[in-house]
């Protein structure tokens, strides 16, 4: 059974560095497109940055300015997500997702929920001092 799990979430201060892992079972991620959401209490989820298969690229939204990556390390089937220059506004769960169905015809990655049928269970991220 194909399963993501999110690690690495924690408490960090304003200005601060963090990386989130989403490590995969039951499916390789080398195959699959992948993305990265947050949803902060009160609000909606929101899409931040996703990483298509076949080395097509990623695409970032526009509200992480830049401050965000997603690498994917294949020996380890898992999908990094790193932050800096962290604000508090970025407290949130973070989420990891991809796309089981369909994965073979859809390789470019989308910046939307319903593009995803797969999720992690979730990882606290707190920006505060």
């Known amino acids: 059974q194909a399963r993501l799990v999110e690690s690495g979430g924690g408490l960090v201060q304003p200005g601060g560095s963090l990386r989130l892992s989403c490590a995969a079972s039951?499916?390789?991620?080398?195959?699959?497109?992948i993305g990265w959401f947050r949803q902060a209490p009160g609000k909606e989820r929101e899409a931040l940055i996703c990483l298509s298969a076949s080395r097509i690229g990623a695409k970032t939204a526009d509200s992480v300015d830049g401050r965000f990556t997603i690498l994917r390390d294949i020996a380890e089937n898992t999908v990094l997500l790193q932050m800096r220059t962290l604000k508090p506004e970025d407290t949130a769960v973070y989420y990891c997702a991809t796309r089981l169905m369909g994965y073979r015809e859809y390789r470019e990655c989308v910046l939307r929920s319903n593009g995803y049928d797969l999720w992690g269970q979730g990882t606290q991220v707190t920006v505060s001092s």
């Open positions: 039951g499916l390789n991620l080398e195959n699959h497109y």
